[in-house]
């Protein structure tokens, strides 16, 4: 896809926009079939967002909803749990809890247990996933990831083949900015985690995410901060600052 | 050049904030010729001794700047926390200061700020105006708003602060690397301060900080390779003071300002040490790796510099002092600190109970007790050290007297304190604002 195609994307309506990710999961679903499609689901914005988008898109084409998959790390928001349990029952979602880090084999000496440091989000969230596409025959997973949330996704396509298991992601709402969500949230009245509304932008891990302000991520400056500011603390790293000038 | 954005000095304020530079030092340098610009500088104005925040480190004592509050409203007492359920650390960001800031306060009267390199505001938090954080600030584009100033700062190769990994290579590799980091910094403050609009401009140097840590004893040893460093620095500092304060004048009112000051540091004493031999502190393990390792039944801990947690059972997870103990403990907590001795000397200079320091929301937060040391002991709240004294890498330690106020205004208020920096400022900027702790100065 050529970067002006990407940019006309991104700069679509709302109501395009929608219909553009409708486009690519439909394609996804003829594609694949349902049964052997699932959705990464944690709960935040984003992927509640395309959870929604699927749920359009399977009554317009007649056919089941795919499996959700949902990791727990562990460490999860108790608000986010609030929003899981709302939307399993009311839109009547499939969902595998994976709370198996201690079924894996993992014979090192000690890791950080931070789902989101190097080898935590490893085993807790990446071994995690992948057995569970294994277990279940996926094919293909749908991942609410998009353009502008880093220079590193910039790259990203709607469709993209992976090896280790061998399965495509679909990429339905990258064309999808961070205030495109909010406005689409509040349009389409899609539920969303208590926890935006008191000033988290983007949800982790919860020892390692922190509110970005105090006013409800929606109203915040989405255009000149980052969103994942509140996410991650690097202990070690300040540790090894603090160190250097003496304490601890 | 200045004219346009300067030419409304009434109701502006800059600040200069000089991390961890001693008032004594800069007399001395003032009186040994070293400093001309400065010396001109405090002709016209107070320039004054001040005693910092309790504990003398910077989260708290710029915290305490930054919000005009003692640490039981704003809730920073130190640069690490211990979790009350797993004991593992926590180590308090911006986002757990819990008072409004200068420009915070400045922002809702719609004045602008720019804040660069102030400790203890990472990550940055949207704000009327710019801010880039100072320590620990780990990630640049984390560290500033808006993403504009991300963009400049990024474009010069900003530094947010000096690699101090480099004094392992050597004296001079630290030194260079000092100069560095102060040259961007003395680049990025002058580019903020003439290419955009303010009302209230902060800039801090926290390079004074990471020499007097680790070259202090170059200051007097004139055989020290890095003493002319030292001294060259210095000079260099007040070329850049001459440089802020030519855009100020008399008008705009000027404050220098720094958050401890410093001394020689004869031993560092350990008082998770001393606390295990006088049997209030006991670990599973020897030596132990963190508070994780500490036994249940522990009465006491410390944590860095000198704050004394009382191992509360309705507090901590294991804890296992009941209430109706806490103030014996507290007592005989304090009668034997200050009987604490090394070669002869008496270490602790005073001892302070909570209720004395702070007050407010998160006055439940503060540590039980906090001692002050006779100068050249650091106290220091290391776990696994094995012995009640020892030398670190560090030359040089905090003290909460001999910090320094500059105003280019004649004030009569004695006895500055840290607190009191924030309402003068907010005062200047001609905003009304009740709930400081602190007196305005002027």
């Known amino acids: ?248 | 050049m200045f004219g346009k954005l300067f030419k409304k000095a009434k109701n502006k304020v800059i600040v200069l904030g000089i991390d961890g530079v001693p008032y004594s030092l800069l007399v001395r340098f003032i009186n040994e010729g070293i400093m001309p610009n400065l010396s001109g500088i405090v002709k016209n104005g107070t320039f004054s001794a001040m005693t910092a925040s309790i504990p003398e480190v910077s989260s708290t004592s710029w915290s305490t700047f930054m919000t005009g509050v003692n640490p039981g409203k704003h809730g920073i007492y130190g640069f690490m926390e211990l979790q009350k359920d797993s004991y593992k650390w926590y180590f308090p960001n911006s986002s757990d200061i819990k008072s409004e800031t200068l420009w915070d306060i400045a922002g809702k009267n719609n004045r602008k700020s720019i804040v660069l390199n102030l400790p203890s505001t990472y990550p940055a938090r949207q704000l009327n105006g710019i801010l880039t954080a100072g320590f620990v600030a780990l990630d640049l584009r984390k560290a500033t708003y808006p993403e504009s100033a991300y963009e400049y700062l990024k474009g010069i190769d900003y530094r947010m602060d000096v690699d101090t990994q480099k004094a392992k290579e050597s004296s001079s590799a630290l030194s260079e690397d000092i100069d560095r980091a102060f040259a961007i910094r003395r680049k990025a403050i002058l580019h903020f301060l003439d290419s955009h609009e303010w009302d209230l401009f902060i800039g801090v140097i926290t390079e004074t900080d990471r020499l007097h840590h680790y070259l202090w004893n170059a200051l007097e040893d004139k055989s020290h390779s890095e003493h002319n460093f030292f001294v060259d620095f210095y000079k260099r500092l007040d070329s850049f003071i001459g440089e802020m304060y030519k855009r100020a004048g008399d008008d705009i009112p000027f404050i220098i300002v720094s958050d401890h000051g410093f001394t020689t540091i004869k031993k560092e004493v350990y008082l998770n040490w001393w606390l295990r031999e006088k049997g209030y502190l006991q670990f599973k393990k020897d030596p132990p790796e963190s508070f994780e390792d500490m036994l249940g039944d522990s009465k006491v801990f410390a944590l860095d510099p000198a704050r004394f947690y009382i191992h509360l059972k309705d507090k901590y997870q294991q804890g296992c002092v009941e209430g109706r103990e806490y103030e014996a403990m507290r007592q005989r907590l304090k009668e034997d600190l200050v009987l604490l001795e090394v070669d002869g000397e008496k270490v602790v200079k005073s001892v302070f109970l909570k209720e004395e320091l702070y007050s407010g929301g998160y006055y439940n937060d503060a540590p039980d007790l906090l001692a002050l040391p006779y100068p050249g002991y650091d106290l220091k709240g290391a776990v696994n050290k094995t012995s009640l004294t020892g030398r670190g890498f560090l030359t040089g330690g905090h003290t909460r007297d001999n910090a320094v106020f500059f105003i280019n205004r004649n004030i009569k208020e004695k006895d500055i304190n840290i607190v009191d920096v924030g309402p003068t400022i907010i005062s200047l900027l001609g905003v009304e604002h009740k709930n400081f702790d602190g007196r305005c100065l002027v």
């Open chain 1, 1 to 248: 896809m050529t970067l002006e195609e990407k940019e006309r994307l991104m700069s679509l309506s709302i109501e395009e926009k929608v219909a553009q990710s409708k486009k690519v999961i439909k394609e996804a679903i003829e594609k694949f079939g349902t049964e052997k499609l699932a959705i990464a689901w944690t709960g935040g914005k984003d992927s509640t967002t395309m959870t929604w988008l699927f749920k359009e898109a399977c009554k317009e084409l007649k056919a089941p909803m795919p499996k959700c998959m949902f990791i727990d790390e562990g460490d999860v928001f108790d608000e986010i749990w609030d929003v899981v349990n709302l939307l399993k029952k009311e839109w009547n979602l499939n969902e595998r809890n994976r709370a198996e880090i201690t079924n894996l084999g993992f014979d090192g000496k000690e890791f950080p247990l931070e789902p989101e440091s190097y080898v935590g989000n490893h085993l807790m969230k990446t071994v995690a996933m992948n057995d569970f596409l294994e277990n279940h025959g996926i094919q293909s997973l749908s991942t609410a990831i998009r353009w502008d949330e880093q220079t590193a996704r910039k790259e990203e396509t709607y469709f993209s083949p992976r090896s280790n298991p061998p399965h495509t992601r679909i990429q339905p709402i990258l064309h999808f900015k961070e205030r495109d969500i909010w406005n689409a949230i509040h349009k389409y009245k899609i539920p969303f985690c208590a926890l935006y509304k008191s000033g988290y932008r983007s949800l982790g891990a919860r020892c390692t995410t922190f509110k970005n302000s105090d006013i409800p991520a929606w109203e915040q400056d989405m255009e000149n901060t980052t969103e994942r500011a509140g996410r991650g603390q690097g202990k070690e790293e300040i540790m090894g600052k603090l160190r250097d000038l003496g304490y601890m």
